[in-house]
């Protein structure tokens, strides 16, 4: 019979390193219980995860992160290691594996009982929207209209 019990496909992790290239060093968050009841005495990093960002070809958002923030690491169930060595539409995997340890990435998250971020991105079910940052805000209503609670400069576009 086939077991499940190695298949790794997400589970939450924590930043133990943020790397020079775009990678990180994460620590599950959740230990294994195999199935005799042994239970992972130490979670290891499991290093060089690529952190991925929302976005598309015209917008993207960026998460700055750092050690201590949590991810959701996804375990991409087919070998993706020359996907995520050159970015490619149409990759050739090396190998049938997936979804081992090698194949995580990571997906910057806050978890349901964490502390708020510095910074806070509200978008309403009317189209309204609001960035918070603890020292002023902005807000666009659904009709347009941009309300702003802090200090405001208007500077002349550089460049051109």
Same mark, same amino acid.
């Given at each position: 019979m086939? #077991?499940?019990?190695?298949?790794? =496909? ?5 930043i133990e !390193?943020?790397?020079g @290239?775009?990678t990180? /060093?994460c !620590?599950p968050?959740?230990?294994k219980?195999? $199935?005799?009841g042994?239970i *992972?005495?130490v ?11 929302l976005?598309?070809s ?10 201590? @923030? $949590?991810v959701?690491?996804?375990g991409?169930?087919?070998d993706?290691e $020359?996907?995520k060595l =050159? ?8 190998? #049938?594996?997936g979804? =081992?340890?090698?194949d995580f990435? &990571?997906?910057?998250?806050? &978890? ?5 971020? &510095?910074?806070?991105?509200t978008i309403? /079910? /009317?189209?309204?929207?609001s960035?918070?940052?603890? +020292?002023g805000s902005? $807000?666009?209503?659904? *009709?347009? =209209?941009v309300t702003?609670n802090? +200090?405001?400069?208007?500077?002349? &576009?550089?460049?051109?």
């Open positions: 086939f #077991s499940l019990e190695n298949i790794e =496909t997400a589970l939450p992790g924590v !390193k943020v790397n @290239d775009g990180v /060093d !620590k968050c959740i230990r219980v195999a $199935q005799n042994v *992972d005495v979670n290891p990093a499991i290093p060089k995860i690529p952190v991925m960002r976005g598309g015209y917008a993207e958002f960026s998460f700055p992160v750092k050690k201590g @923030d $949590q959701l690491l996804l991409i169930s087919r993706s $020359q996907w =050159t970015g490619k539409d149409d990759v050739v995997p090396e190998s #049938s594996s979804l =081992t340890l090698n990435v &990571a997906v910057p998250f806050v &978890a349901p009982r964490a502390p708020r971020g &510095a910074v806070k991105f309403g /079910d /009317d189209g309204s929207v960035i918070q940052n603890g +020292h902005v $807000q666009m209503a659904n *009709d347009g =209209t702003i802090g +200090h405001l400069e208007i500077a002349p &576009a550089s460049g051109g």
